[in-house]
Nanobody
Framework: QVQLVESGGGLVQPGGSAGLSCAAS????????MAWYRQVPGKQRELVAV???????RYTDSAEDRFTISRDNAKNTPYLQMVDLKPEDTAVYYC??????????????WGQGTRVTVSS
């Protein structure tokens, strides 16, 4: 079973920056979609940023111009650079990968989450 492990969370001051990494327990045959989600208690998990295999990225409105999703080519997993962090960015952030198998089927994998707390 594929495991994704996030790292890079922690306590950040408002206006600060952080980078979130994601490591996979396997080498993917093919990756279709990589994304970062976040969740706060009592709310649904929301998409923060997504990058697709054929290029192009998309962000939730609140992350636009502050967050950048990219592909870590060495790990074939997503990386999320966050700047100008705000208290409302406080959440548990999850790494997500949709990947393909040699037989043509597809699967998805989620990380266990890393907490980002933005507070002074």
């Amino acid at each position: 079973q594929v495991q994704l492990v996030e790292s890079g969370g922690g306590l950040v001051q408002p206006g600060g920056s952080a980078g979130l990494s994601c490591a996979a327990s396997v080498v993917f045959f093919r990756v279709y979609t990589m994304a970062w989600y976040r969740q706060v208690p009592g709310k649904q998990r929301e998409l923060v940023a997504v990058i697709r295999n054929r290029g192009g990225s998309r962000y939730t409105d609140s992350a636009e111009d502050r967050f950048t999703i990219s592909r870590d080519n060495a790990k074939n997993t997503p990386y999320l650079q966050m700047v100008d962090l705000k208290p409302e960015d406080t959440a548990v952030y999850y790494c997500y990968v949709e990947f393909g198998h040699a037989n043509g089927t597809r699967s998805t994998a989620w990380g266990q989450g890393t907490r980002v707390t933005v507070s002074s």
